[in-house]
């Protein structure tokens, strides 16, 4: 079975840094998508950021990027110039229409 | 584009009643799924529909049950509540299985 591991409960960023959110997972199969979706106090689950397995290039949307490291089964998300809007509960996923989260990791920004 | 939609968005019910939540998928979108998440246990996968069939179900009792009508609407139903049964329900759509995922607001169940 397919688990997911993010290890940091709470990280904290002040505005405009950079913070990177850890990520690993396990899984036997060969092919799959690696996700990282941003739950913000509404609650309302905002896809991030999205990596296919079988691409080496790490995804990149704006201020979002992952470290996808497929042999060591890593995939850590870093936001650049952290924005007060960043703050919520990021959750990586593992999966295609069957999603396996991790418990998420709460992102606090400071001002 | 209309994002997912799920209603009702509260609801509260008491031990051993039923309840049945609906979700609208994107337009277009034909794939849905259903996850539960509560502060013990998580996100959980529920069960996932593609053209009205069931393609994928999660580790869940019996009493969790879905659908997905011909417009792909889906709607699942719990009965016989249980006080364990509170939690924040949300439905995906993508438009076909191992597409991404876009999310509903979720349905907040409390169960009394």
């Known amino acids: 079975a397919q688990t997911v591991t993010q290890s940091q409960p709470e990280m904290s960023v002040q505005e405009a840094e950079t913070v990177t959110l850890s990520c690993t997972y396990d899984?036997?199969?060969?092919?799959?998508?690696l996700f990282w979706y941003k739950q913000p106090p509404s609650r309302q689950m905002i896809l991030v950021i999205r990596?296919?397995?079988?691409?080496?290039q790490n995804a990149t949307e704006n201020r979002f990027s992952v470290n996808f490291q497929k042999a060591a089964k890593s995939f850590s998300l870093k936001i650049s110039d952290s924005q007060l809007g960043d703050a919520a509960m990021y959750f990586c996923?593992?999966?295609?229409?069957?999603?396996?989260f991790g418990a998420g990791t709460i992102l606090r920004v400071k001002s | 584009k209309a994002g997912v939609t799920q209603t009702p968005r509260y609801l509260i019910k008491t031990r051993g009643q039923q309840v049945t939540l609906s979700c609208s998928p994107i337009s277009g979108h034909r794939s849905v799924s259903w996850y539960q998440q509560t502060p013990g246990q998580g996100l959980q996968f529920l069960f996932e529909?593609?053209?009205?069939?069931?393609?994928n179900k999660g580790n869940f009792p019996g009493r969790f049950s879905g659908r997905q009508f011909s417009n792909s609407r889906s709607e699942m139903n719990v009965s016989t509540l249980e006080l364990g049964d509170s939690a924040l329900y949300l439905c995906a759509s993508s438009l076909q299985p191992e597409n991404e995922q876009f999310f509903g607001p979720g349905t907040r169940l409390t169960v009394l």
């Open positions: 996923a593992w999966g295609g229409n069957k999603l396996v």
């Open positions: 899984t036997s199969e060969s092919d799959y998508y």
């Open positions: 990596q296919e397995a079988y691409k080496q």
């Open positions: 529909y593609f053209s009205e069939t069931q393609r």
